[in-house]
């Protein structure tokens, strides 16, 4: 099993900062490809924020590009997710996840919780 840990969610004014860290754990972690945030404002579906791949090609939905900026360190299995000019939009609960075998993600975690004031 793998097991993921987000934090570094908060309450930030609009146009503030915020840099959420999520950590992947577990035995069955070979070697992780792709890695990846995910979303979900309140009553909406959860929707793919950002990827990015083991070698470091990213990729990012329309409504974030040039504000947030995913980066790895596979040294530690972790994945981060620097946003900035945060907006009341982006309100809502971040997800990771990884790709731990080819093909094989891992089940969700908590979250962690962003939320932007107007």
């Known amino acids: 099993q793998v097991q993921l840990v987000e934090s570094g969610g908060g309450l930030v004014q609009a146009g503030g900062s915020l840099r959420l860290s999520c950590a992947a754990s577990?035995?069955?972690?070979?070697?992780?490809?792709?890695m990846e945030w995910n979303r979900q404002a309140p009553g909406k579906q959860r929707e793919l924020v950002a990827t990015?791949?083991?070698?470091?090609?990213?990729n990012y939905a329309d409504s974030v590009k040039g504000r947030f900026t995913i980066s790895r360190d596979d040294a530690k299995n972790t994945v981060y997710l620097q946003m900035t000019s945060l907006e009341p939009e982006d309100t809502g609960v971040y997800y990771c996840?990884?790709?731990?075998?080819?093909?094989?993600?891992?089940?969700w975690g908590q979250g962690t919780e962003v939320t932007v004031s107007s």
């Open positions: 990015i791949t083991r070698w470091g090609r990213t």
């Open positions: 577990g035995s069955s972690i070979f070697s992780i490809n792709a």
């Open positions: 996840n990884v790709e731990y075998r080819p093909g094989r993600y891992a089940d």
